[in-house]
Each structure stands twice: as C-alpha cells, then as structure tokens.
C-alpha cells in the first residue's frame, strides 16, 4: 500500500512563502498523477495543482504564477512551492497520488476512489 505524509506547513504572514512536501512509502504504479488540493472549513475541497506521468502539471486559477509543483522521484517526494501566499490560501492542504488521469482530470476529481492515496493533510494559515 502506498503512504502519502505532508509537511512543511504552518503559520506565515500574507506575502510570504512555505514549501509542501509529500513524502511517499510503499509502491506506486508509474501511471499515477500527484496533486495538490485544499480544503477550508464549511468549503468544498478544490484541485490546487497536480503533474501527471507525462510531467504535464495543471493549476487552479487561483494559483498561478504564485504556487509550483514538482516532484524529486529519487526521494520519491512531490513539492507545493507557494509564494506571494494571501489570506484566502489558509485550509488543509492534501497531497494525492490519482490512478490513471491527466494533470487536469486531476484537479477535478471531487470523490475518493478505492485505487487512488491520498494523505491525511496538514494546515497551511495565512495572516494578514
């Protein structure tokens, strides 16, 4: 079974920037697309960004130009790079490991599916 863990979140000040990383364990299929996606309280979670097995990525809107995805496949390790970081950016952030999608399918996906990994989260809080 594959292990998703986060870190690297926190606490910062509007325009400052942190770093998300999700440590993988375990096997994982090559056909696989990692995401990001966040949830506020009392909102519906949303696709932040994900990079499919081509190395294609996909960001929400809300995010472009401000957060980066990547990956280190020898720490077998998927990165949210976020700066410029606003108010509106503070929720639980999960990294997510999609069986068989597109960067852009990934962002979409709003279920859980029994052949996907997701991580069990960590919150990200920015003050103004």
């Known amino acids: 079974q594959v292990q998703l863990v986060e870190s690297g979140g926190g606490s910062v000040q509007a325009g400052g920037s942190l770093r998300l990383s999700c440590a993988a364990s375990?096997?994982?299929?090559?056909?696989?697309?990692l995401g990001w996606f966040r949830q506020a309280p009392g909102k519906e979670r949303e696709g932040v960004a994900a990079?499919?097995?081509?190395?294609?990525?996909s960001y929400a809107d809300s995010v472009k130009g401000r957060f980066t995805i990547y990956q280190d496949n020898a720490k077998n390790t998927l990165y949210l790079q976020m700066n410029s970081l606003k108010p509106e950016d503070t929720a639980m952030y999960y990294c997510?490991?999609?069986?068989?999608?597109?960067?852009?399918?990934?962002?979409?996906?709003?279920?859980?599916?029994?052949?996907?990994?997701w991580g069990k989260g960590i919150q990200v809080t920015i003050s103004s």
């Open positions: 997510a490991a999609l069986f068989a999608m597109s960067a852009t399918q990934a962002l979409g996906v709003r279920g859980n599916y029994g052949m996907d990994y």
């Open positions: 375990g096997h994982r299929y090559n056909n696989y697309c």
């Open positions: 990079i499919d097995s081509d190395g294609s990525t």
